[in-house]
């Protein structure tokens, strides 16, 4: 008799547990700068207007921000796992140093457990897109008549932890929005990228500024 209620004990935690909305942590700022959720109709119409008849023209003819999405997708869930792990050493080729000393500063208040919520799983960004293209020239710093062109986008991006098993257990959309914000609503990601497209230098996409923050619990003023 013991034994089973025991069990029945045991078997209604486990229930309660795996069914009960869990909270997620209020995450600190990694970078001062304000946090972007949603697309701006403006900025969309001009991004697309900038890809098409700058900088595919003059910068670069195979740019396209399906592509660019698709490899600031993957640099970020990378990043972002190498945060969450304290392995920052391995992001020199990824991130900028202004923006890897401050990351390092504001990264030293974590706790174990805010850290932890920085990891994210590639297939659970289930929503993303470049919310801003900007290009900036300059007179060059020692060469006569000739400027630096530099291209910066802020990508942004939406990650719910197991996304797809989610939707295909509730598969209705309002479902699938009231599980996320019983457990603190998606992680967004704020990752801005920028790219030396000066005459005669190799340039590369880098990560100049970076941040995470719950949608329903955001860590800096919003945009």
Not at 87 to 99: G, H, K, Q, R
Not at 109 to 121: K, Q
Not at 190 to 216: C, M, P, Q, S
């Amino acid at each position: 008799m013991i034994l089973r209620l025991q069990r029945h004990l045991a078997s209604t935690l486990t229930r309660s547990l795996s069914t009960s909305p869990v909270t997620q942590s209020h995450v600190p700022a990694l970078m001062g700068f304000p946090n972007i959720a949603s697309p701006s109709l403006s900025h969309t119409v001009r991004n697309w207007f900038l890809s098409r008849t700058l900088i595919t023209r003059y910068f670069d003819p195979e740019f396209s921000q399906k592509e660019f999405d698709k490899g600031a997708h993957q640099a970020a869930v990378t990043v972002a796992n190498s945060i969450a792990e304290g392995d920052l050493d391995n992001l020199d080729s990824l991130v900028t140093s202004e923006a890897m000393k401050e990351i390092r500063i504001n990264l030293s208040a974590f706790s174990p457990e805010e850290r932890g919520l920085l990891a994210v799983s590639e297939d659970d960004v289930y929503f993303s897109f470049a919310y801003q293209i900007g290009i900036m020239m300059d007179d060059h710093p020692t060469l006569e008549n000739v400027s630096t062109r530099h291209v910066e986008i802020m990508w942004v991006g939406h990650s719910f932890p197991n996304y797809v098993d989610v939707v295909a257990q509730h598969k209705n959309p309002l479902e699938v929005k009231k599980h996320m914000d019983a457990r603190g609503g998606p992680m967004v990601l704020n990752y801005r990228f920028i790219k030396d497209f000066t005459r005669d230098v190799e340039g590369a996409w880098e990560i100049n500024a970076l941040n995470h923050f719950f949608i329903n619990n955001p860590n800096y003023d919003y945009d």
